[in-house]
Nanobody, 128 residues
Framework: QVHLVESGGGLVQAGGSLRLSCVAS????????IGWFRQVPGKEREFVAG????????YYADSVKGRVTISRDNGKNAAYLQMNSLQVEDTAVYYC?????????????????????WGQGTQVTVSS
């Protein structure tokens, strides 16, 4: 059974930074593409970033491009989301998820329903 556990969320002022972690167990981590999503109450889960099996290919949502960096360390079974220049609009619960493929159409990469193994999430709150 694959388990993903997110951590690193917290309360930060606008303009600040946070680094989220996603640690996997029960899996050969390098066999999976890892993605980060976020969700606010009443809204659909939103794709943030994805990284291929061993990197370095990544893909970002337009809303975070240039402020967010996704990375991974397969030796530690971990993926990370470095978030800089945080904005109030970034406030959400952040989740990581896994998949085996990297679809040629990014539409499918962004679709939450095409991912699996969701963690419990970590809350990020950005204050003004």
């Amino acid at each position: 059974q694959v388990h993903l556990v997110e951590s690193g969320g917290g309360l930060v002022q606008a303009g600040g930074s946070l680094r989220l972690s996603c640690v996997a167990s029960g899996v050969t981590f390098s066999e999976y593409v890892i993605g980060w999503f976020r969700q606010v109450p009443g809204k659909e889960r939103e794709f943030v970033a994805g990284i291929q099996w061993t990197g370095p290919v990544t893909y970002y949502a337009d809303s975070v491009k240039g402020r967010v960096t996704i990375s991974r360390d397969n030796g530690k079974n971990a993926a990370y989301l470095q978030m800089n220049s945080l904005q109030v609009e970034d406030t959400a619960v952040y989740y990581c998820a896994r998949r085996r493929d990297w679809p040629p159409d990014n539409f499918y990469l962004r679709a939450p329903g095409s991912w699996a193994g969701w963690g419990q999430g970590t809350q990020v709150t950005v204050s003004s």
